[in-house]
């Protein structure tokens, strides 16, 4: 098996600017260029990358995927070791990048396919191609500037992956568009790799990486913490605690009146200990401690689920079941059992609301403020009779 | 010389960076590229009025040309200067504005920077044929010095190109450094004989009580002896004297060589530091 990228050894520090001041002045006074402290984005990170196959590198924000996959775009280089990439690369770090929007579509296609390494002959051969698959053949010699975003993106994505390179580097970039786009990127994607490409994926997906990829990399803080098959090592990194309760305030924002609060949401399993990961198909609880300032009247709570990329996945409120809760004066505590959790492994994003019994006033809005992790079922790891974030379960049989 | 095969083998980039430079300037003006003609007719009016009708600034009579007119003398110098002027201040923000896409796309990032220069270039090359069609209407037979008038402006275009690499590079690290430019291009414009000619500064000059010989100092200034052979092919229709060809020559290639070395030295870190 031949190798198609070789990490060797690389370490990647970046600049931490004390003061953030690049003018001559400070420059003058200091005598030197502002000071600034290294802060280590790598840590001597190896490893290869099989030709042909498709591969995830996956990780925390700030682990330090990115860097790699910039370095090895060679966009950034690195302080220390080697890449080595065999056969031609296209990195594909943002969709339509260069696309100027003073310029036509037909122009801005030229200009990004040479950003990627086409010849204008090779473009010639494939522009028919590449307009068809954005399906923008109306607009094509409009100005980009009067493109709505999702038909730039379209047209970033369909020059990208017109561009047959050896090697495509994926940052982020297959959650694009309305969901038929998306199954022709998917498409697009599986064919990309059936005529022997490679492909690396840096994605926050990780149920996108666990079905697309073959291996991946799990990095944290700059270092390789795991690696081999991708589910494998999708399962690792869902299985490790993933700082759950210290991201708490900052993911999403919080607003509302503030008569009552949701204080804090905690998830069980069948037990009454609260978790982190839960299993896909298990028994699932939400707590949720609420208090007041005042008396509230019929409080109404309900949560959101939605997957890690921000969709929405399925809610529920409190109404569903009747006025378990007449009012609120001070503290109560309710709790939600969903008895076989329907999704398939992967994070998630629960929102909280705590609203009037008319749905018309919010007292507290927790916008996508809690992670939570579902991890594969006690049968194994195999996944990949799934799709999608809900797991319809079902039986099959054969009708005579 | 990787550099150089590097960029050989990015030339349709370049290219296509070159005409995006020139397509999107006039985008959405009415007049669209007639402003590149414009511009410099107009400025060369305004000065006209102001050196030649109210300070009586002469312009010389053409040797051998015979020609005397002050706004034709003048575009021979004001059109290889404002190359000089809005090519260094259009390629110091370069890398700057596109710092999108140096974040996102790997490929030299001289590019930029030379795409800037030859959409400038080809700006001028019109821009000097507009002035040959003028020169030929006031009775100078300037067509045999055509090619050697394409000569200095690829002279003048290395030139430039040193330099902007330099400064395109730098003021990524000193955001300063493009003002400081617009300052030091407006004294580079009075130092240089733009609006008069060089006969008016004087040999010798007592400063300081110490006799200094300005015009050789004056004479330090590349830019001096450029203009100075764009007016002798243009205006004179005399070849331009040895001497100071191979000065702007020598100078042109060593700014190349190390604007090449500075820009590669600093090339590294871009990513990060736009």
Redesign the interface.
Known sequence: MSIAISVDDVSKS??KYDERN????A?VLRGR?ARYTEFAALSEVSLEIPAGSIFGLIGDNGSGKSTLL?CI?????PEKGRITVAGSMA?L??LG??F?P??SGR?NV??NA????M??QETKLRFDEIVHFSGLEEFIDAPVRTYSSGMYVRLGFAVAVHTDPDILLLDEILAVGDEDFQRKCMEKISDVHGSGKTIVIVSHAISTVARLCENAVLLEHGCVSNRGPAQDVVDFYLSEAHEVVADEDNLGTRWGSGEARIEAVTICGDSTTPVNSIRSGAPITFRFACSSSTRVDHPVIGITISSIDGVQIGGVNLNATGPILKYLNGTASVELVIGDLPLVPGAYLLTATLVDQHLARTYDFRDKFLRFDVIPDSTGGDRSFETGPLSLGGNWRLVD | MSVARKLIEKR??IS??TL?EL??KY??SVLGWTWSLINPLATALLYTLVFSLILKVEAPVGNPSDLKNYTVYLLCALLPFQFFNSTLTTSVDVLVSNG????????PRSIFVLSVVMAMTLTLVIELGVLAIILLVMGNFVLPWLPLVLVLVFIESIFVLGIALMASVWNV?????KY?ITIALQFMFYLTPVLYPITLVPKHSEIFGTDLPVRALYRLNPLVGMVESYRAVLYDLRFPSVGTMLYTIGWSVALLVVGFWVFGRNE??L??EV
């Not at chain 1, 690049?22 to 002045?25: A, C, F």
């Not at chain 1, 040479?114 to 390494?117: D, F, H, R, T």
């Not at chain 2, 999108?100 to 490929?107: G, Q, R, S, T």
């Not at chain 2, 690290?173 to 450094?177: G, N």
């Open positions: 970046y600049r690049q003018s001559l002045k420059a260029r910039k775009a060679g966009i950034l280089t990195a770090l943002e990048a260069g100027h003073e310029l122009e030229f200009l040479a950003i990627l390494g010849t204008r | 349709e980039l296509i960076f995006r397509r999107t985008k959405r999108n896409l140096i974040k996102k796309a790997a490929f690290y000193f955001r300063d450094l400081l590294r870190r990513a990060e």
